[in-house]
Nanobody
Framework: VQLQASGGGLVQAGGSLTLSCAAS????????IGWFRRAPGKEREFVAA????????SYADSVKGRFAISRSYAKNTVDLQMNSLNPEDTAVYYC??????????????????WGQGTEVTVSS
């Protein structure tokens, strides 16, 4: 599975962005798709995940209520709607595909395939 993350950019604090994760040459049907991010000088961390079949979702506490993950059957993408962005959300965002159980959605080791990352910069 090849993943392509897109939608990053520069936005002011309080603004919104939508990231998309697309799969080439494969469908998401048997996978969970997760979004992770790596802020400058920090380790990569879990942001959100969704199971394509069934729609189970999970969010990091730091983004609950601000970010929303969804699947688009028409586009075959998993989108991450990010609202009320703040400078602490500045990071490279990666999407990944794997087959974790719901309770392990946040575990990086459960994801087999990773996209190249898309950079999000939030200015204050």
């Amino acid at each position: 599975v090849q993943l392509q993350a897109s939608g990053g950019g520069l936005v002011q604090a309080g603004g919104s962005l939508t990231l998309s994760c697309a799969a080439s040459r494969h469908s998401f049907s048997s996978y969970a798709i997760g979004w992770f991010r790596r802020a400058p000088g920090k380790e990569r961390e879990f942001v959100a995940a969704i199971r394509w079949s069934g729609g189970n979702k999970s969010y990091a506490d730091s983004v609950k209520g601000r970010f929303a993950i969804s699947r688009s059957y028409a586009k075959n993408t998993v989108d991450l709607q990010m609202n009320s962005l703040n400078p602490e959300d500045t990071a490279v965002y990666y999407c990944a595909a794997g087959r974790p159980i719901v309770s392990a959605f946040s575990e990086e080791s459960m994801y087999y395939y990773w996209g190249q990352g898309t950079e999000v910069t939030v200015s204050s």
